[in-house]
């Protein structure tokens, strides 16, 4: 199992998914032409738990993503404490 922080902007967008890389200290952003897009990846559960669910807990989202952000970071909770076996049973 792995986690995955995935942002998508249009490419004219690109030099700001570029500005994510120092902030995060990643280095993943596709740049995706054919569909106009372009996308910075976080893989790596180190970095999303100490980058990208400590950036939102103290710059909470103000839209529905909000929800999305609960569940991953509750995701990582779960996997990081060892419990998720438990909560599947209960499922």
Known sequence: MYFRFHVTQHN???DLLKL???FFNCRIVY???STGRCDFIVQ??????????????DY?????KMLNFLDF????NLINS????????EL
């Open 12 to 14: 004219r967008d690109l």
């Open 60 to 64: 909470s989202l103000e839209s529905i």
């Open 31 to 33: 740049n995706r032409p």
């Open 44 to 57: 790596s559960k180190d970095h999303s738990r100490d980058t990208t669910v400590s950036l939102f807990l």
């Open 82 to 89: 060892g419990d998720i076996h438990s909560k599947m049973d």
């Open 73 to 76: 970071k509750e995701s990582m």
């Open 20 to 22: 994510f890389i120092k």
